[in-house]
């Protein structure tokens, strides 16, 4: 899943770097940017190259050249990083999905531990050198851990072809075997497409905007081997759709559940609004610790489960609970954070603005016999002001928000009801610097704990304790 790209700036003005494209120029990296590619600095400018490491000593060829930067790749590599390694993947270099497989993986993690530091450096006022920022805690097997796969369906040289996007494109990469995919999400898409292919189920064409399956979805439940199977269409019917399910049903007798989206829209949102069960259950189960989740189609959960336990662990350490205290759980999803935390708090809140989401947290909670917690639909910037109006006011609050950060009003909402514990669990270090900085005037960061949520990729995850200044 790579990292949002680098918007290029609009400028009809001469570029600052003396440089022209296809031009070829000695380049040293200094260090890694957020979407793992290497910086040197070439005449004071900044050049970001893909696939180069820190204290490489290359030969660069321009690509792109910007007003205050300049992109470019790797013509000749003349000293190589001692944490060079070989890509695992056959198709990495063709692929957008990982940014990383080069980079051997104990310096993915000193990197990403680097990625907080450098967004801090720059989004906040905060004296970073004085922050106790932690080593970022890794995985002991960074491979096949993801337990969703969502592919684009495409047709080349009349086969399906089932993928990911190549970085910077919208070429289709055909994968049959991802590596940082569960082995049972690999086989249960590549058979799929294949059913598709057998039935000659008309594929959707992003060109001319004609076919009607568009993209696999496939999640499994990894400690309880429920399969969940998306076929997302353009087109309101799923073509041939009894057929479809009759040999997913002969073919994969894993999958326990098979769901249809409909999503019309020119989006790069995968799902629709609408979700049609077609056969088996509803939902899928997944257990983390002593806890088990429903999850259905649309419902937001971590994708990689081993490193959940983990981060949901350094969020109820952070969270530093009683027994006695209010806990909101912001963005809550399916509850898992939520939940997870119950038997320590006196009471769980939790909202979100997916009503399946919240239907299957009422239901976590309920099959678990929880009855300390409760979940509302709604905007937690909207939820949360209402709690406080009718004498509810929370001592913790966690906020796990989507990559564009908190929403401002939620912000405003914290600094006004003071909780004397935040914790903040990002996916972002960009947008968590910058909610950091504005929660900064009330709140005191006690320390920041990066954990390595995605091996092989240029995403960090973090959790940060904050406490209320006195």
């Not at 999905?97 to 080069?102: A, D």
């Not at 907080?116 to 851990?145: A, C, F």
């Not at 939902?283 to 983390?288: F, N, R, V, W």
């Not at 997916?354 to 099959?367: H, L, M, S, V």
Request: contains cysteine; glycine residues 6%; positive net charge.
């Amino acid at each position: 899943m790579p990292q949002p790209k680098r918007k290029p700036q609009q400028t009809n003005k001469k570029s600052n770097i003396d440089l022209k494209t296809g031009d070829t120029f000695p380049l040293t990296i200094k260090r890694l940017g957020i979407n793992g590619e290497g910086i040197g600095y070439f005449k004071r400018g900044a050049v970001f190259v893909p696939g180069a490491l820190p204290g490489e000593e290359i030969v660069a060829k321009a690509t792109k050249i910007h007003e205050r930067f300049a992109e470019a790749e790797i013509h000749k590599i003349r000293k190589k990083s001692p944490s060079r390694v070989m890509p695992p993947c056959k198709v990495y270099e063709l692929c957008g999905g990982c940014q990383l497989q080069h980079l051997h993986y104990d310096d993915q993690l000193a990197h990403k531990r680097d990625l907080v530091v450098q967004s801090l450096e720059r989004y906040t006022k905060l004296s970073v050198q004085k922050l106790d920022i932690r080593q970022t805690i890794g995985m002991d097997n960074p491979w096949h851990y993801r337990n969703k796969s969502q592919f684009q369906v495409g047709k080349r040289d009349k086969k399906v072809i089932a993928g990911l996007y190549s970085m910077d494109s919208h070429k289709l990469i055909d994968i049959d075997e991802c590596i940082v995919q569960h082995p049972l999400t690999n086989k249960v898409t590549t058979t799929v497409k294949q059913i598709l292919a057998d039935l000659s189920i008309p594929v959707f064409d992003e060109r001319s905007r004609k076919g009607s399956v568009k993209t696999i979805v496939t999640r499994i439940g990894v400690e309880t081997g429920q399969v969940q199977v998306v076929l997302v269409t353009v087109t309101k019917e799923l073509p041939r759709e009894e057929a479809v399910v009759a040999e997913i049903e002969m073919r994969l007798p894993e999958v326990t559940s098979i769901m249809h989206n409909f999503n019309p829209k020119k989006t790069s949102l995968i799902f629709g609004d609408k979700t049609r069960h077609l056969r088996g259950k509803q939902a899928i189960q997944e257990q983390l610790d002593v806890f088990t989740y429903e999850l259905s189609a649309r419902a937001f959960f971590q994708l990689n489960p081993y490193q959940t336990k983990k981060l949901y662990k350094e969020a109820e350490k952070a969270a530093g609970l009683t027994g006695t205290e209010k806990v909101v759980d912001a963005y809550c999803g399916v509850g898992t954070i939520g939940i997870w935390l119950s038997a320590n708090a006196g009471e769980v809140r939790g909202m979100d603005v997916i009503a399946d989401g919240i239907k299957d947290a009422q239901e976590n909670a309920k099959a678990q016999g929880i009855e300390n917690i409760s979940f509302e639909v709604g905007k937690a910037e909207q939820v949360l002001p209402k709690w406080v109006k009718e004498g509810w006011k929370p001592d913790v609050v966690v906020v796990d928000p989507p990559r564009t950060g908190c929403d401002q009003a939620l912000l405003k909402t914290i600094l006004q009801v003071k909780p004397k514990t935040l914790v903040y669990v990002s996916c972002n270090p960009s947008t968590l610097a910058k909610d950091i900085d504005h929660l900064s005037r009330n709140y005191k960061v006690q320390y920041i704990q990066p954990v390595d949520m995605f091996p092989q990729t240029a995403h960090v995850e973090a959790v940060v304790k904050l406490v209320l200044k006195k």
